[in-house]
């Protein structure tokens, strides 16, 4: 069973190192337990969706906060695409996962994208909006939250993981990978996040362990998952997997996780 009821992890890494798939896959955990969860896409190039298996009608279906022009609007009180006016800083968002999310059994999948303007941190009505509605989820929410944030660190800037209670790191063997998670942990420090974990993905040997373990130095380290066939063609084909294999390392990376978490 869950340890902590109301969790909220956040999820990031450089791209391709495979955060969608672990995202997808504790968020299944969690329902699979009769947990509420709100599984987040925070990341421009979405692929949750995808990751739980949703077609393309039913991808094409759920649109982007980011993308709702009239929405913003009315919310913020700004037109999207403006910068340098009066905003509200507090707009309503506690109806959105409801009103906007898709339903996937005990599981609301919310999309939120983000504009052009927004990812460069703007002081926009886009901005304001997405802020406003992570920080709803991660703090005001009882559900459990799983975000899939964007690759690399740059979300980070915008102020929206300062609650999280665990920041998980996904890394491949390969220098780069270890670098993103270095920087990731330096700025998620600086925003109060609580804890940074580094879980290692397409594990071959132990050799690839001990790689990851010696690069991440006194980063707290989850465990790992193998190199798993059957996932590396389930995300070619656009398909959910939750082969048995992924599902029991993942289980073994939440056990430690919640072990650690200080409350």
Request: hydrophobic share 45%.
């Given at each position: 069973?869950?340890?902590?009821?109301?969790?909220?992890?956040?999820?990031?890494?450089?791209?391709?190192?495979?955060?969608?798939?672990?995202?997808?896959?504790?968020?299944?955990?969690?329902?699979?337990?009769?947990?509420?969860?709100?599984?987040?896409?925070?990341?421009?190039?979405?692929?949750?969706?995808?990751?739980?298996?949703?077609?393309?009608?039913?991808?094409?279906?759920?649109?982007?906060?980011?993308?709702?022009?009239?929405?913003?609007?009315?919310?913020?009180?700004?037109?999207?695409?403006?910068?340098?006016?009066?905003?509200?800083?507090?707009?309503?968002?506690?109806?959105?996962?409801?009103?906007?999310?898709?339903?996937?059994?005990?599981?609301?999948?919310?999309?939120?994208?983000?504009?052009?303007?927004?990812?460069?941190?703007?002081?926009?009505?886009?901005?304001?909006?997405?802020?406003?509605?992570?920080?709803?989820?991660?703090?005001?929410?009882?559900?459990?939250?799983?975000?899939?944030?964007?690759?690399?660190?740059?979300?980070?800037?915008?102020?929206?993981?300062?609650?999280?209670?665990?920041?998980?790191?996904?890394?491949?063997?390969?220098?780069?990978?270890?670098?993103?998670?270095?920087?990731?942990?330096?700025?998620?420090?600086?925003?109060?996040?609580?804890?940074?974990?580094?879980?290692?993905?397409?594990?071959?040997?132990?050799?690839?362990?001990?790689f990851i373990k010696a690069g991440?130095?006194?980063?707290?380290?989850?465990?790992?998952?193998?190199?798993?066939?059957?996932?590396?063609?389930?995300?070619?084909?656009?398909?959910?997997?939750?082969?048995?294999?992924?599902?029991?390392?993942?289980?073994?990376?939440?056990?430690?996780?919640?072990?650690?978490?200080?409350?």
């Amino acid at each position: 069973m869950l340890k902590f009821p109301t969790v909220k992890i956040a999820v990031t890494g450089k791209g391709g190192v495979g955060k969608t798939t672990l995202s997808a896959a504790l968020s299944h955990i969690f329902a699979e337990e009769g947990k509420k969860v709100l599984a987040v896409d925070a990341d421009p190039d979405a692929n949750l969706a995808s990751a739980f298996g949703l077609g393309t009608k039913d991808i094409a279906a759920i649109r982007p906060i980011a993308e709702m022009t009239d929405l913003i609007e009315q919310r913020t009180g700004a037109r999207p695409g403006t910068s340098g006016g009066i905003f509200r800083l507090n707009p309503k968002v506690d109806d959105i996962p409801e009103g906007f999310g898709y339903r996937l059994g005990n599981i609301t999948l919310l999309i939120t994208g983000r504009s052009k303007e927004a990812a460069s941190g703007c002081y926009c009505p886009e901005n304001i909006l997405l802020r406003r509605l992570l920080k709803h989820l991660v703090v005001e929410r009882d559900e459990v939250v799983v975000v899939d944030m964007e690759a690399g660190i740059e979300h980070l800037t915008r102020g929206t993981a300062e609650a999280v209670d665990a920041f998980i790191v996904v890394v491949e063997p390969g220098s780069r990978s270890i670098q993103t998670a270095k920087a990731v942990k330096t700025m998620a420090q600086e925003l109060g996040v609580r804890k940074v974990f580094v879980v290692a993905n397409k594990i071959r040997s132990a050799e690839d362990i001990g790689f990851i373990k010696a690069g991440i130095g006194d980063m707290t380290f989850a465990g790992s998952i193998s190199y798993n066939p059957a996932v590396i063609e389930a995300d070619i084909k656009g398909k959910a997997t939750f082969d048995p294999k992924l599902i029991g390392e993942i289980q073994e990376i939440r056990k430690i996780i919640e072990g650690a978490l200080p409350r």
